[in-house]
């Protein structure tokens, strides 16, 4: 009686396990059927007025099955990705190959004798060979990932992509486990380059804003508008530093950067010699420049002849005191240095691009207690001019020299003009940081979407 009823309870047992088993296959299944639908109308086109390294695709969620959690954005590979991703696969699969059958050899034994060594080295290659041999290209992947999106989404920009190239984009759908389901593949698509970036419309606005600007200042400097410019002490210096040199009898030493012509400071370093060589020529001192640079010379000497001649001495004028010296950085530096020493001049100009020469340059010119007046825009070297000359043009006031000398009304329109743009500018930057700090107070809203565009839109160019 006892083993019947425990029999019964085995074949209910029995039963039991096997409709859980069966229940549980069918969930299985019914899961496995109902994945992600792929999505549907996904198509891939050329991002209109862009400079044709982007590609817009857009797609629909598919209908039925579990419901999207995210989807994955992958695009085709170039044909030179492709080969480079089979050439590093390969490498791969060697290197895995050799490694393995290396470390199998000389586990056979537990000290193994060079002998051994080699022959299992010599083993390891020919199984790195054959992987590579084997290797095969079809199984590298075609496509790369390149976002992951949240299932709101149904749009997105493919950018970095290279113009005049076919693509393919595919949309996969994921669910809550991260499951891929089903993808949908665009036909191939080709990022050209348009005539017009819009995503630029706003500097080009800015541009011609600013172009306005200079030219309506230009106009009323012109028209008699008296413009005020900040006094700079070391540009009012340069009258008294030039008239020491003449009561001492010693030359004026101007050194007008290492760099070539084609240096904005060094451009400005000569104009602002064009002013300094009229001074000296009013007052009859020597001025000596040496260059390092051939083109430059050739700059220097114009500037110079024409301070001359406007000054209405041209017969004092004299081309060999603006000599090339040489290009090589410290072998200028040792001329300049020694011409110093054995010269001794009363006052020493420094205006254009400087580097490690500049310390050198004005720590010799204060041993010989020469007047020195510097002026660059390259702010590492600044520190050395601040510590060794008696004035120093900083940035902003070494490009402005030119029309504060000169106090000709075009430079000193266009100089306020410049000015004007960059107050615009300044408070664009201020109005920006205090809509995102409001806007992160806040958690967002208006303030965080305007911070965004100032930031991504408007002053991205």
């Not at 083993?123 to 992987?131: D, H, P, R």
């Amino acid at each position: 009686m006892h083993g019947r009823h425990l029999r019964r309870g085995h074949r209910r047992t029995n039963r039991s396990a096997l409709l859980l088993g069966l229940l549980a296959m069918f969930l299985a299944g019914s899961h496995a059927f109902a994945a992600p639908p792929a999505p549907i109308e996904v198509t891939a086109t050329d991002e209109p007025w862009d400079d044709g390294t982007n590609l817009v695709v857009r797609w629909k969620p598919g209908v039925g099955g579990d419901p999207v959690v995210s989807w994955q954005i992958f695009r085709s590979r170039t044909n030179e990705e492709l080969e480079q991703a089979i050439r590093d696969a390969r490498v791969r699969a060697a290197t895995t190959a050799y490694e393995e059958r290396l470390k199998a050899e000389l586990a056979k034994e537990l000290n193994p004798s060079e002998a051994a060594r080699a022959r299992a080295v010599s083993l390891a290659l020919e199984a790195s060979e054959a992987a590579s041999k084997a290797f095969d290209a079809n199984s590298v992947d075609r496509h790369i990932p390149i976002t992951v999106l949240p299932s709101t989404a149904n749009e997105f920009v493919v950018d970095r992509v290279e113009t005049g190239k076919p693509y393919v984009i595919r949309v996969v759908p994921r669910d809550l486990d991260g499951n891929p389901g089903a993808s949908t593949d665009t036909e191939p698509v080709i990022a050209t380059m348009q005539s017009f970036v819009g995503s630029r419309a706003w500097l080009l606005a800015a541009i011609i804003g600013l172009s306005m600007t200079i030219i309506g200042c230009i106009v009323l400097a012109r028209g008699g508008r008296r413009i005020k410019i900040r006094r700079i002490p070391g540009l009012d210096a340069i009258d008294e530093a030039v008239g020491r040199a003449t009561e001492m009898g010693r030359p004026v030493l101007y050194i007008p950067g290492i760099q070539d012509m084609d240096n904005v400071q060094t451009v400005a370093g000569v104009t602002i010699l064009g002013r300094v060589a009229k001074t000296a020529a009013e007052y009859d001192a020597r001025i000596e420049v040496p260059t390092a640079r051939s083109l430059v010379m050739t700059a220097c000497r114009d500037a110079v002849q024409s301070a001359y001649f406007e000054a209405g001495r041209p017969e004092s004028f004299n081309p060999d005191a603006i000599r090339y010296i040489t290009d090589e950085q410290f072998g200028y530096v040792a001329y300049v240095a020694g011409r110093m020493v054995r010269e001794k001049p009363a006052t020493c100009i420094y205006m254009g691009q400087f580097y490690a020469e500049s310390l050198l340059l004005a720590e010799n010119g204060n041993a010989i207690g020469a007047i020195q007046i510097a002026g660059t825009a390259e702010s590492s070297q600044l520190p050395f001019f601040v510590a060794a000359c008696d004035y120093t043009l900083i940035g902003e006031e070494f490009f402005a020299a030119s029309a504060y000398l000169s106090g000709e009304p075009t430079q000193l329109g266009s100089l306020l003009g410049q000015d004007v743009g960059k107050f615009v500018t300044v408070a664009l930057i201020l109005l920006g940081v205090a809509l995102a700090t409001i806007g992160s107070i806040r958690g967002g809203g208006f303030a965080q979407s305007a911070a965004d565009f100032l930031a991504n839109t408007v002053l991205k160019g």
